[in-house]
């Protein structure tokens, strides 16, 4: 990423919605509400998500009929998530989109966040296994394109990690660990004990500062190994 690396926690994306530094934000609404007490998402911003097609981006959730409302809960506290972690620094890297400057890739999402996802959404309907990109716009909100069919999201994503990873073009890693091990991000938590995803941007951070920081310890074997290629092929 472009981004400084100076410090990985605490962050927010240069995005759309996103504030330019976290901070409190009392009454966010709904599923957002707990970031409230550091949030990269505004009141406005945490409110509108939480409508069937909000303004945000004029997404339709339901471009194959009614989502289930248990299912709809889930991509509405992915779109929380997104909107309004500052615990995502470790993760997110420089895009080049009229409409955001960096995305995250590759979050290691708790294991059970994305298997419950995944059963809650399976019997819905969708068109598409890549949200992000491919979408008809020409009404002013997302529409099938043309040559695709609805089926059940078990259609287009067989297995837990195809939802979870294939929906947003990979923002989402399905992580083997689970919720609690402090490795992996939770879409839900409870803010009476605290935020779990700090412990976890802090375990991430950490390491990439010192996996940066380590002389690559392999580079005298390579060079060896490439005189004694060099030494063999000249006979």
């Excluded at 997302?142 to 297995?159: A, I, L, M, Q, W």
Aim: aromatic letters at 12%.
């Amino acid at each position: 990423s472009a981004r400084d690396r100076t410090s990985l926690l605490n962050v927010c994306m240069e995005a759309k919605y996103h504030k330019t530094k976290p901070g409190p934000e009392d009454k966010l609404y709904g599923q957002c509400s707990p970031w409230r007490k550091n949030a990269c998402c505004s009141v406005n911003t945490s409110q509108e998500l939480h409508k069937d097609t909000s303004r945000l981006y004029n997404f339709n959730w339901d471009h194959c009929g009614k989502m289930e409302p248990e299912c709809k809960r889930h991509f509405i506290q992915d779109t929380c998530l997104y909107e309004c972690s500052p615990n995502l620094g470790p993760w997110i890297q420089e895009v080049n989109q009229s409409w955001r400057k960096e995305r995250f890739l590759d979050v290691p999402l708790c294991k059970e966040d994305c298997q419950n996802w995944w059963e809650a959404c399976r019997t819905s309907y969708t068109c598409k296994n890549n949200w992000h990109k491919g979408w008809d716009w020409t009404s002013g909100v997302n529409e099938c394109p043309v040559g695709t069919t609805c089926h059940t999201f078990e259609f287009y994503f067989p297995t837990p990690a195809d939802l979870c990873e294939r929906l947003w073009s990979y923002s989402y890693k399905a992580s083997n660990y689970s919720r609690g091990s402090g490795r992996c991000i939770q879409m839900w938590f409870d803010l009476a004990h605290g935020n779990p995803n700090e412990e976890v941007a802090r375990f991430y951070a950490e390491a990439m500062v010192e996996l940066r920081s380590e002389p690559c310890e392999t580079e005298p074997l390579l060079l060896s190994l490439a005189l004694m290629l060099l030494l063999w092929l000249t006979g």
